[in-house]
């Protein structure tokens, strides 16, 4: 059986009739899980949205469940838990994996998490629009035309299914494979054939960006029309696209029957990418390492290219930049180090890329690899998602090297700190332990302030900033930061006014800090421990990207702040609660243990029971919505030195309180009419049992009677 979550934010609820609820298949076996990501409380749920949801669901459908996703997903209470997990029993899921939902876990029993309800139905679109792309492949695509298997892959990792529609996809990527694409475009083919006989790659791939560019081109006067290549698709046909499409074609693919078949190009497209990369190693040029639009990794074909053979390199260091987008990282790793990646005033670098540097003249420094990342904050992605992938490209990054570079062009801002919070949290949890040195450079700073502490200071206070916020979670950031330090470097151009003409020219003074730096860094990868291997090295690297792709739940807090006001009201709801589930029992002992429990009426004494657990609940609600909540909050702001508490944690604080009252005050009452039962039973049968010793004739009949009551008595248990 499938479980189908799907996820309904604010503004869902408000407009939920205008959803495109027509255009979901539901599959009527499967269960469907909805989360409500809201301030709203279970009342509400029940009262009004359940039925304005479960019209838009097809009769047949029975299994739907809705929840308030923050209480179900954070919840530590266990009737809670109990709930929701005996509702997967009946899903077939072992139950005590919900809670840590992993990528396998989610593979294994179908579980398909939709990010939300728009993304569903979009999904469903664009497996249509996959569906046609293959019946009028090239038609008007020329990208597709060109790189088929890598454009295809990366649309369908875009498409969330459900487990169903999850398999039409594999299908229809199957078809694909088998029919449309046994040899690759003549152009590739060449290019492939052509780096495999030259020593330097660099122009083959100029080349055949050029030639096609061409291509299109004259194709678009032949056919007088605009072609429907955006520009950013022209743009992106960059060395990196021919080589992911070479990656898909080396890879081979599994068909129909599931058995996996090489493509009759397959071996060609694997010598020409060992070569390349080869030769790219050679050639201080660089190799795309992790592609940021997929998680899936090409582990194997690095083997190929460096295990086992001269070309992996043994004892080299790592150095990292990151930072924001278009802030000149690019530029200044091939200033410093005579790398080759390119540089834009637009978004440029895409993913990490890795160059080896040689370095002549050093005892002990030989080898460098040079990761160049794609740059933060990229404001064309969703917030969302935009703020997920920069933490993981700055984990994998903070995992894997020697020296980190974070590039700052403006000043050391609030989000730059979220960002290392959340990342140190992440390692943390991922129980990684390395070690880097963190070093801000500073950019395009005023020559004549240039070596005043002001720039330290920042650095300092933000790492102190860090470190209080890290301590108040048990982590210590000594762990995963060795030192830091910083940088200062001027503008890289100099304007200069010859014969009424700006001219600009480079700057010197950038030129010293560019070979400054470098030296500070030689000498400070002098001191730390190399690694092996490349192969070893690129081996771990791809695997740690598996493993935070599938831990991207980490990556859910805005900042660490947010996890430990959560901690904090956590503990705080659990004194509360502590407190009023001992009083609750007390009003119940009390009123069993009086005298008059053997003189009433059981059902008289419940009621008195239920009217003063509710007066109880009644009057602690009151007090908490009215003061306790309100102050509790006030001081946690005082606390934290906040202007404003993040409104979603403390809702689900309050609506957690609620319903634990609302739990507690059912249990309590449960378990009194549970005794005053048991009570009875013993009443009815003392005088029984007594008759039975005294006339032992009357034995088996009395037997009986006692039979019977006991069966009224577990029927009443039930
Ligand atoms: N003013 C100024 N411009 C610079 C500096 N360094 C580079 N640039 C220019 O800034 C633009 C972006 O440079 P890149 O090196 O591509 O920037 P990046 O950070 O690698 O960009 P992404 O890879 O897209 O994140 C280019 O046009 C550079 O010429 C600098 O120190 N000051
Ligand atoms: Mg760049």
């Excluded at 923050?70 to 029993?89: F, H, R, Y």
């Excluded at 875009?158 to 199957?174: A, D, F, H, V, Y």
């Excluded at 990151?322 to 802030?327: A, C, L, N, V, Y």
């Excluded at 060795?482 to 009424?500: A, G, M, Y």
């Amino acid at each position: 059986m499938s479980v189908i979550i799907i996820h309904l934010d604010t503004s869902d609820i408000s407009e939920i009739d205008s959803l495109p609820w027509p255009d979901i298949n539901f599959n009527q076996t499967a269960t469907y899980l909805i989360f409500i990501h809201d301030d709203i409380l279970s009342i509400e749920i029940n009262e009004n949205l359940r039925s304005l949801i479960m019209k838009h669901f097809n009769s047949k459908v029975k299994n739907i469940y809705i929840f308030r996703a923050a209480t179900i997903l954070k919840e530590k209470s266990k009737t809670l838990k109990l709930g929701i997990l005996s509702l997967l029993k009946e899903a077939h899921i072992p139950i005590d994996s919900l809670f840590d939902i992993s990528e396998q876990f989610i593979r294994e029993h179908n579980i398909n998490l939709s990010t939300d309800m728009r993304t569903f139905v979009k999904s469903k679109a664009l497996l249509n629009e996959f569906a046609s792309i293959m019946k009028n492949l090239s038609k008007d695509n020329p990208a597709l035309e060109l790189f088929p298997l890598s454009q295809l892959k990366q649309l369908s990792e875009r498409i969330i299914l459900s487990p169903m529609e999850e398999n039409q996809k594999k299908q229809l990527t199957k078809k694909l494979h088998e029919q449309c694409f046994k040899k690759a475009h003549p152009l590739l083919t060449r290019l492939a054939e052509l780096s495999i006989e030259n020593n330097n790659d660099t122009v083959p791939f100029e080349n055949a960006v050029l030639l096609w560019n061409t291509t299109l081109w004259q194709r678009q006067r032949k056919e007088k029309q605009q072609i429907s290549i955006s520009i950013l698709q022209q743009l992106e046909m960059s060395k990196e696209c021919f080589l992911r499409e070479l990656q898909e074609r080396s890879t081979g693919y599994e068909n129909r029957n599931n058995i996996h078949c090489l493509f009759d190009d397959s071996n060609l497209m694997k010598q020409a990418l060992v070569k390349i990369y080869q030769n790219s190693f050679r050639h201080q040029e660089y190799i795309e390492i992790i592609n940021a639009t997929s998680s899936v990794t090409h582990n194997k074909i690095f083997q190929d290219t460096f295990a086992n053979n001269s070309e992996d390199f043994k004892s080299f260091y790592t150095i990292s930049i990151i930072g924001e987008q278009s802030g000149g990282k690019s530029f200044a790793m091939n200033k410093i180090f005579g790398t080759k990646t390119a540089e834009a005033k637009f978004k440029c670098t895409t993913g990490i890329l890795a160059s080896r540097v040689n370095i002549t003249g050093h005892k002990k420094v030989k080898d460098i690899l040079i990761l160049d990342t794609e740059g933060l904050l990229d404001r064309t992605k969703k917030n969302t998602e935009a703020q997920i992938f920069d933490r993981k490209i700055v984990l994998e990054i903070m995992a894997r090297s020697h020296i980190v570079l974070i590039n700052i062009t403006r000043n050391v801002n609030k989000t730059m700190q979220q960002i290392l919070e959340i990342v140190l949290y992440g390692l943390n949890k991922l129980r990684i332990t390395n070690k880097p040195k963190i070093i801000f450079l500073f950019r395009d700073q005023d020559p004549r302030t240039m070596g005043e502490t002001q720039q330290l200071d920042e650095v300092k206070e933000l790492f102190n900033d860090i470190k209080k916020v890290c301590e108040q979670l048990n982590i210590n950031i000594e762990k995963n930061i060795k030192k830091f330090d910083v940088h200062e470097f001027p503008s890289p151009f100099v304007d200069i006014v010859v014969d009424e003409r700006e001219m600009s020219f480079f700057n010197h003074s950038f030129c010293q800090q560019a070979l400054s730096l470098r030296k500070k860094l030689i000498d400070y990868l002098a001191d730390s421990e190399p690694f092996d291997s490349f192969s070893q090295w690129i081996d771990l690297t791809l695997e740690t990207w598996k493993q935070i792709n599938y831990n991207s739940n980490l990556f859910d807090y805005e900042s660490l702040i947010h996890l430990t006001i959560e901690k904090a009201l956590e503990t705080f709801s659990n004194k509360i609660l502590t407190e009023a589930n001992s009083k609750m029992r007390q009003i119940v002992e009390d009123i069993l243990k009086s005298d008059t429990r053997n003189k009433s009426d059981y059902m008289e004494l419940l009621d008195d029971i239920k009217w003063k657990l509710s007066n109880f609940k009644k009057e602690l609600r009151e007090k908490l919505l009215l003061t306790t909540l309100p102050n509790e909050k006030t001081s946690l702001m005082k606390q934290y030195n906040l202007q404003a508490l993040p409104e979603t944690l403390f809702e689900n604080t309050k609506s957690r309180l609620m319903l634990s009252l609302e739990l507690f005050q059912t249990d309590h009452y449960t378990a009194a009419a549970r005794e005053f039962q048991q009570d009875e039973f013993q009443k009815k049968n003392w005088p029984i049992y007594r008759k039975l010793c005294l006339k032992k004739s009357n034995k088996y009949k009395m037997l009986s009677e006692i039979l019977i009551n006991s069966k009224h008595y577990l029927q009443m248990q039930v």
